[in-house]
């Protein structure tokens, strides 16, 4: 239930935005769900999300927007941006080394491209990430929070699986630390036409009021 009231209260208020032009994509979805990243004693990682196949995170797409430069690639998308990668304590590498995030598996269709923190979108790069467009397969992260964008063409669940392992600049496992997997679950859905998600989204301010 929570899930659906998020589908329509988000997209009501994007209708009433008037983003029909947007130049960039806006982080529509809402609360933020973030990919736990942490090292144990024995410099093993591990990373943990709280979604499931059966509470996956929803891709929306909002007819009428289009986007401009490296952005455009989520034109006619469902996307989102609701998930983001964050350290989860204290994670040190080593010297000279990060922390890599690598593809294992994937559903067909599914697309990644570079974000970042969601109140800087104009600076996000939105280059191809995890495979997409050819792209390698495994990401070298900053460690800061950082909002990738997940984006598919078609309605439907998607999942994918990724290895966070340490490694060097050449994105090299080091020997000494021990890699975590974590899957990210998605489901893109359809967006309520722009007509009733007036009639929903004054239909939600009227009940707020009333309560």
């Known amino acids: 239930m929570t899930r659906i009231n998020n589908t329509v209260l988000i997209a009501s208020i994007a209708a009433l935005s008037g983003n029909a032009l947007a130049a960039l994509p ?14 144990d004693d024995t410099y093993t990682l591990h990373a943990h999300a709280n979604t499931s196949a059966a509470n996956p995170i929803e891709m929306l797409h909002f007819a009428g927007e289009t986007y401009e430069g490296n952005a455009s690639a989520l034109n006619d998308m469902y996307y989102t941006d609701q998930y983001g990668w964050i ?23 599914l697309e990644t491209y570079e974000g970042g923190m969601r109140m800087m979108i104009g600076e996000q790069t939105f280059n191809p990430i995890f495979g997409t467009d050819s792209s390698a397969a495994n990401w070298q992260w900053s460690g800061m929070m950082t909002h ?11 999942e994918a699986t990724y290895s966070i392992y340490v490694g060097d600049s050449a994105g090299n496992a080091v020997d000494g630390y021990s ?13 309520p036409a ?17 309560g």
């Open 26 to 39: 806006t982080a529509h979805t809402w609360p933020m769900e973030h990919i736990m990243v942490s090292m």
């Open 179 to 191: 890699a975590g997997e974590v899957t990210l679950n998605f489901r893109a859905v359809p967006t």
């Open 87 to 109: 350290l989860d304590g204290i994670v040190d590498p080593g010297a000279g080394n990060s922390i890599w995030i690598e593809l294992v598996s994937q559903t067909d269709g």
């Open 194 to 210: 722009p007509m009733a998600l007036l009639g929903l989204g004054s239909l939600v301010a009227t009940r707020r009021k009333r």
């Open 148 to 158: 990738n964008w997940y984006a598919a063409a078609q309605l439907g669940d998607y």
